[in-house]
């Protein structure tokens, strides 16, 4: 078995991981990696993408953090009710659209993700480095 193809996609989601690496974050990168992954190992498979989409939005809503994991969870949920329709569809154009769609799904969720990372540490260095640390140690004193 050769390893899984280093798309951007993947290497996107490599590049975000220092920021989501603690408690419902990692969590929810995890999944959203994990069915990447699984994807990958399931080739044009949509009812093995269903049982993904399924278990990994399980995951990422077992213990909803926030907006942020209710989104990725949600994309989840779209997702398998595309795989779904998929499924019963003719499959006219042969996965064409099916194969966008999901693509698209899959980077909005890297997109919340991004988002969610890039908005806890900005909040993190704007109190470590920012001029209202100095407020903080002075309320200390008081």
């Known amino acids: 078995m050769d390893w899984p193809e280093l798309t951007p996609w993947k290497l ?7 920021l989501l690496t603690r408690g419902p974050k990692l969590r929810a990168w995890l999944a959203v990696f994990a069915s990447a992954v699984l994807a990958w190992l399931f080739p044009l498979s ?7 989409d399924l278990a990994c939005g399980a995951l990422v809503l077992a213990k909803p953090a926030g907006v942020a994991q ?11 009710i595309i795989d779904a329709g998929y499924l019963l569809s003719p499959q006219a154009d042969h996965g064409i659209l099916y194969y966008w769609i999901m ?10 993700l991004a988002a969610w990372g890039s908005y806890d ?3 993190y260095l704007s109190r470590r480095f920012g001029p209202a640390r100095r407020a903080v140690a002075s309320g200390a004193d008081i």
């Open 12 to 18: 996107a989601m490599l590049v975000i991981l220092p």
């Open 46 to 52: 949509p009812s093995a993408y269903l049982l993904i």
């Open 70 to 80: 209710k989104s990725i969870g949600t994309v989840f949920a779209i997702m398998a």
């Open 103 to 112: 693509l698209i799904l899959g980077w909005v969720q890297f997109a919340v």
């Open 121 to 123: 540490a900005g909040t």
